[in-house]
């Protein structure tokens, strides 16, 4: 008996149905349209083709969704780093063009380059446009002062004064910058007073005064070396403190060079003198700088200059060493030494004169150690408390951090109102504006002409300042990721 004829299924436009079209390779066979596979001819059964149609639309689906989320978390990621970006650029000083101009491109090479990754799939998830970049610095902005608002409204005023208390410790930030119109000597100077408030003039606007104190062959010396940097086109042609001189004549003068030999032993002593002043300098420009702090290093230099003094009477120069150098080579005359040392006199009296003020303060003795202090020996308002207070060893064991440290915990302000009424304003007052001179420096840089497209009364100026950081978890919450920009 011959054998039978297999029977071979046709494809059908019925199985569109089941999501199946004719293959291109053979128009018999059907095909998935999901995963695109190809079925035989005994697997043509229309049960088998919906289950299998509907286990790849599962699938698919799953995997559509995990390509959304990774989509989204890349376009979120793209986003965090083009907030991060601008604010280096803030930080920096930086015009806004840099990014697109110079970090993209110094990206790009990076990833092709190091890690053989294909950059502009990634690069075009970073937007740094010079405008983007501005409203990414807006919006950061606008997110510290708004959190600087909240801080501060929940804050004791007299303490927002100066600083805002955050976590037990005094941080400087910048609350507006606007043109202040004033037309008295009273307003710029800070003068008025009130019952209740100490007011001290700046303490580095009065050493400013004292420096430019010279005598007259200091003051000659000085004009000889300007001089000499100016017609070498010297980019520090300045010295730290600034001095009132007359310029000299620009036309070439062959006494000049014996002039500059005869004043080195000068030059040195004011370098070395300057040197000096750049020392306190540093010491006062601390952003944790208070009345106790200033006082210390005020009254540490008046002691220098007389010691100084003292040691020139003896012809002992090693405390200035670019003078003790000059004095190997030459004897320094006698006539220069006594120069030296009228100087020296000199500012000592105009210290202690401008700096009267502060220099008279006088300290309790319970501000720098609670603990060792007899409470009948302080004022009877404070006696209470500070019974209170010595006891306590827990409290005692903070002190090992410093006294600052210590009047800021969270405890002394709510069990000691009255220590701590007494011992903000010491660690509040500003003596030294250092903290608005930086900020003027700030103005300056930004309104350069390599930099004036930038507008000081944005977003830049206070993110260049601030040493609080923007919530961008929150801004790049609050916008969804768009590609364009």
């Known amino acids: 008996m011959d054998s039978l004829k297999k029977k071979g299924r046709q494809y059908s436009t019925e199985y569109l149905k089941c999501g199946f079209t004719c293959s291109p390779a053979n128009r018999r066979l059907p095909m998935c349209l999901i995963c695109e596979k190809v079925f ?63 970090i993209l491109p110094a990206t790009a090479e990076i990833l092709e380059t190091v890690l053989h990754q294909p950059a ?25 002062k708004a959190t600087l608002c909240i801080i501060v ?3 004791d005023c007299t ?31 800070g003068c008025y007073r009130w019952s209740t408030v100490d007011a001290v003039h700046c303490i580095l606007h009065r050493q400013h005064l004292v420096a430019k104190r010279l005598s007259a062959c200091l003051n000659s010396s000085l004009q000889l070396f300007r001089q000499l940097c100016d017609e070498n086109d010297e980019e520090f042609k300045r010295l730290l403190l600034h001095t009132e001189v007359r310029w000299l004549s620009k036309e070439r003068d062959y006494s000049l060079c014996d002039n500059l030999r005869k004043s080195k032993m000068h030059i040195a002593y004011l370098a070395d003198l300057y040197f000096k002043f750049n020392e306190m300098n540093e010491q006062l420009q601390s952003n944790e700088l208070n009345l106790i702090k200033t006082k210390a290093v005020i009254s540490a230099f008046i002691s220098k ?10 012809r002992e120069f090693c405390q200035l060493p670019t003078l003790a150098k000059v004095c190997i080579v030459v004897k320094i005359p006698e006539d220069d030494v006594n120069i030296y040392c009228q100087h020296l006199q000199m500012l ?7 700096f009267d003020d502060l220099l008279s303060l006088v300290f309790p003795s319970w501000v720098l150690d609670p603990f ?50 007494a011992m903000k304003m010491l660690l509040i007052a500003i003596p030294s504006s250092s903290v608005v001179e930086r900020g003027f420096s700030v103005v300056t840089d930004l309104v350069t002409k390599k930099r004036n497209r930038l507008e000081v ?17 929150r801004i790049v919450g609050l916008h969804a990721a768009c590609p364009s920009e």
Not at 305 to 314: I, V
Not at 394 to 417: C, D
């Open 305 to 314: 200059l007389m010691f100084f003094k003292c040691n020139f009477a003896s």
């Open 159 to 189: 303490t927002g004064v100066r600083a805002l208390y955050k976590k037990e410790r005094l941080v400087q930030e910048l609350l507006f910058a606007k043109e202040l119109l004033t037309d008295t000597k009273e307003h710029f100077g």
């Open 153 to 155: 409204k929940n804050t």
């Open 457 to 473: 009364n944005r977003s830049d100026l206070r993110l260049r300042v601030t040493s609080m950081r923007p919530n961008v978890e």
């Open 40 to 102: 035989s001819n005994e697997a043509m059964k229309p049960s088998r083709l919906k289950e299998h149609f509907t286990r790849e639309k599962l699938s698919s689906r799953r995997t559509l969704l995990s390509m959304m989320a990774s989509e989204s978390k890349i376009h979120h990621d793209g986003w965090l780093a083009s907030y991060s970006i601008a604010v280096m650029i803030a930080k920096y000083g930086k015009p806004h063009s840099i990014g697109e101009d110079l």
């Open 120 to 144: 502009p799939t990634i690069i075009s998830k970073i937007p740094l446009s010079r405008r983007t970049v501005q409203r990414r610095i807006d919006a950061m902005a606008q997110d510290i």
């Open 372 to 421: 060792i202090v007899n409470p009948c020996n302080v004022d009877i308002y404070l006696q209470y408390e500070l019974i209170d207070l010595q006891p306590n060893e827990e409290i005692k064991a903070r002190m090992k951090k410093g006294y600052e440290y210590f009047w800021l915990q969270e405890e002394i302000l709510a069990r000691y109102p009255a220590l701590w009424a």
């Open 348 to 354: 000592y009296e105009d210290f202690l004169k401008r």
